[in-house]
């Protein structure tokens, strides 16, 4: 059975801000470098008219994770994740895989602009297809993609400030 997640990041730039930054390459690679964890890497990087699809390797690693997870990943947590956004919106597409387990991470993702700034919304499910652990995985990994787009938020916070 999936878990649901939904999350909310604020940033104080607009959402063309942001949008601008998510879909700049050099941008990318920089938040790899600083967040990406063990084997980060930006793996595909495509843009069309309105439209950037990337596809972006991160790691956390086994000493980060709970034990249960250690033990049903059998090491790190290695997520292949490819986002697709259109300038429209802006909004995006997410979907990811976990490596080590059959499992993945479905979303859409809306950015749009708040009073104070901006706000990116994640709202999909995370699906673990391990008996009786996977709930648990499942849990797991909602908690940890929390944390990186937290992260990843700040850091594109940062780095706007950087080039202004």
């Known amino acids: 059975m999936a878990r649901r997640i939904e999350h909310r990041t604020a940033s104080p730039w607009p959402a063309r801000d942001v949008y601008a930054a998510l879909v700049d390459e050099g941008h990318l690679r920089d938040r790899l470098a600083?967040?990406?964890?063990?084997?980060a890497e930006l793996v595909a990087f495509t843009t069309?008219?309105?439209t950037t699809t990337y596809q972006l390797r991160q790691g956390v690693d086994a000493a980060d994770l709970p034990p249960v997870a250690r033990g049903a990943l059998g090491g790190d947590l290695v997520i292949t994740r490819t986002e697709t956004w259109t300038e429209a919106g802006p909004a995006g597409t997410i979907?990811?895989?976990l490596g080590g387990v059959p499992g993945r991470i479905e979303g859409a993702i809306t950015l749009a602009d708040t009073a104070g700034g901006s706000e990116l919304h994640l709202v999909g499910q995370v699906e673990v297809g391990i008996?009786?652990?996977?709930?648990?995985?499942?849990?797991?990994?909602?908690?940890?993609?929390?944390?990186l787009l937290d992260k990843e938020?700040?850091?594109?916070?940062?780095?706007?400030?950087?080039?202004?």
């Open 95 to 97: 979907e990811g895989l």
């Open 48 to 50: 069309t008219g309105q």
């Open 153 to 164: 938020t700040g850091f594109t916070s940062d780095w706007l400030a950087r080039r202004s």
């Open 131 to 147: 008996p009786l652990l996977g709930g648990k995985v499942e849990k797991m990994v909602v908690e940890q993609v929390a944390r």
């Open 34 to 39: 600083v967040l990406g964890g063990k084997g």
